[in-house]
């Protein structure tokens, strides 16, 4: 980038659509030497500089935003007021930016983008653009979505506020995901492990089969009564029954966590939702893509097997790279046991190494974010032995401030997005169909499995715990983030909409009634953990 | 971006060239409706996720250079070995990597770049790109650099590993310039405060203009025996003169705090580092910047005034924000007493407001940089005070593990750039004159200013503090940054390439004398720190 100038205290730089009228005549005739070069970098540096301030100003809303979360979570943790936990209370302050945003501050269109007609016919990752002998490199930021007239939706204030999807996957999720894993109380989840595997697979593939079959028939019913605006094949309805299986681990056990709940009933659901994100998440992948390359958006046999081996072998390649790192890390804290003396290096070491696993999963085309999930779990199982004192409660601070700033950073974007998005797709039908849906689907994946495993169990999950559990699968980061991945077609905008009502409705009823709904369940509280030092104590 | 199918374990997708001959001539034909969009979203999609996958394999390279860096950094501590700090360490195994990837590496050229030859008169800061009825949103990276010879270097590997300079001023240098601020040993400083501002400003812009002068010189009689490539105006000399003035904090301050070298001479090097790197920012945008408009590159004395004028502004506002912030974060965690008891909100609070700092200053046209300086040096002496015990220890270790990140990330990137990048210009004549002129440039700066200085103090700085200023003047990352931002010239590139030398030279070999250097200059090590408690004990 240019050297941009940035002092202007004071002095303002004439804003660009003020200069271009003036320029365009020189801009346009063009090709006039030097003077008319320089004259373009300095247009050029300012456009650059223009827009650097406005993501500045953008990014510095939302660190506001996170900043009064934070304080009224104090607020409410200072009051004991249990009905709105700090996911619930993001959401509703990314609401109240996003309604200011949509409806209370009006900016005037800057003419600063420039739509070109050229003559490609893909779009490549970079394009080098020749402007006046100078070559400017640019990245291939995303597909911007168009409206149902297929107009560009050019509000380029709303569409400042809108982050890359690929953020969440890169950058908020593995924090999220790895401290997931980093703090799981491993004793309890390793004696429900059977049950606990059996919910996030079994479980999570009915659910995405029962809600795909049961939105199919919506779709068609919708069809059929004319109120389908555009395309919704089955594959469509099947990615959806994938994404909002993906249950939420946040919330729920953050209550659980403070209430002190009965360990066995944390673990199966903690442990479910940890691992049934990773499951959605290679599920939904496996779904929306047709191996065959064929757009018939129809299911045969093999593609069903093909995909089965696929999922197997990203699951596996992604369990065994995040193993394999948190083992390394394991070995290299072991034999260099004198890092002990320098915990700086060593949580850095740690961390280094976390991140790590992250890229190697992603530059072998597996999913970073399930190899962190294993990776943190395998950290917490070997590596923390072999910390310094002081690095195991670095590590562990760490991982829980990025965590804490990373989710309630997606739950803001959630609320703001509901009125940032600019290609809802609202159906009524839809919705509702929906929500029976997911009501069901979860229905279907808890009490069956329940009753088989109880056939297994000598510790039974009791009717109880199986409604809590029915109850408490809240929708939130994960449903979310596979959900605004791409919402390039009116399929995946109605299902994007219907997805961010489903995550509000989880989150504040079902995340706002989860206290007297523990004890109307006779959930046993305050229940000491008998558990040996872990990480998450 | 749209849905990118990623899970391939041992089904690699055909890679985008091997595609292209193939689609071509379908593709060139175009506009022939649905199938052929599909399949362009298809190899979009592909070369998306393969651009994507490299990014991630080339990060890799960084985390693991940063691991590597680590894990030796440690051993040296183990031996107590002295003579090669870990920022020169950084710097070599920077170096290793990019000799291999320059010379040990070859990848076929892909072609997954496109360059577009539009009719198009400045570069905007987003394009809009029609790709047969879908539009895709592409940002300004960067300009590309060309050789002498005007072409596009296009060694793709060499550019992908090439980070776009604005990263160091947007995410590496604030938490480096912030905790170099937050570590302050507040009471030393303000005994010294008045060296310190003398050396820091009025030594700088001594510097910034001795050096300039010797190499505008040096260019003159360069151009006078046809030794120079290009134009060299004495702006640029000015602009070189402002980035190696900058001194860096890190290095040998790591070493004097290591052997707790003499506090004063401690205070003066540490504030008068810290505080040449805010002054030399400054400086440099304003000298780059001819407010006239006016390409003439000459030195007249409106300009100057104007730019004391926006200097002065400038560094105000960007102090007076830094203030701001931190006594305001200093206030809530103050009223808000309460917070004491949840560490986790304390932190992620301080964090978010220092953060804020940065991002407001941006947003309002200041350096963000220095603003975080100012800013963590207010929450030392105030905000400190207000948070738990707990939270100060939280808030110290996550700064000194962003700082370490960061500046090992730094220099390893510093070490890298010898290879990868691609338009070095290295002139005998100009580096050695840049290496005299630097050297007279500091000397320039420390003698007389000392000597005025000891007019006024009690408690002179006598011949040998002076001698080991001199010496310890490093340069690092902040000049390092300063020469990188901007390289689109013959000038800046030969600058770059020279201040790269300049760096080496003085982390190394004037980085690996110190610890000889104190002991022949007889300064007193090992002693005792004798003021209270303070951020940095």
Known sequence: MGFTPRRYLGVKPPSPTLLLPFLLPVLLVG????????MDNVVTERMAEE??????????IFIMLLTLTILTIWLFKHRRFR????TGLAMIYGLLVGVILRFGIHVPQSTSDVVLECAVNASPATLLVNVSGRFYEYTLKGEVSRGKDHQVQDDEMLR??????????????PPIIFHAGYSLKRRHFFRNIGSILTYAFMGTVISCFVIGLLMYGVVSFMKVVGQLGGDFFFTDCLFFGAIVSATDPVTVLAIFNEL???????????????????????????VAYQPTGDNSHSFEAMAVLKSFGIFLGVFSGSFALGMATGVMTALISFYFTKLRDFPLLETGLFFLMSWSTFLLAEACGMTGVVAVLFCGMTQAHYTYNNLSRDSQDRTKQLFELLNFLAENFIFSYMGLTLFSFQSHVFNPMFIIGAFLAVFLG???????????????????????????MMFAGLRGAMTF????????????????STTLLIV??????????????????????????????????
């Not at 983030?481 to 994007?496: E, G, N």
Request: aromatic residues 12%.
């Open 51 to 60: 827009s650097h301030r406005q993501d500045s100003a953008y990014l510095l």
């Open 481 to 496: 983030a596979l959900s605004i991945r791409d919402t390039a077609t009116y399929a995946r905008q109605m299902m994007f």
């Open 160 to 173: 400042k506020v809108t982050f890359d999807p690929e953020v969440f996957f890169n950058i908020l999720l």
């Open 504 to 537: 509000f409705f989880t989150v504040w009823i079902c995340g706002g009634g989860t206290t007297p709904m523990l004890s109307f369940m006779s959930i046993p509280v305050g229940v000491d953990s008998d558990q040996e030092h872990s990480v998450s104590n």
């Open 260 to 286: 002190k709940v009965d360990v066995d009933l944390y673990a199966l659901l903690f442990g479910e939702s940890v691992l049934n994100d990773a499951v959605a998440i290679v599920l939904s992948s496996i």
């Open 31 to 38: 090709g006039q030497g030097d003077g008319n070069a320089a």
């Open 442 to 468: 979860r229905a279907a994946n808890i009490y069956p499995l329940s009753f088989l495993l109880n056939l297994g169990r000598r510790n039974k999950i009791g009717m109880n715990f199986q409604h809590v």
């Open 83 to 86: 009905f709105l936990h700090e």
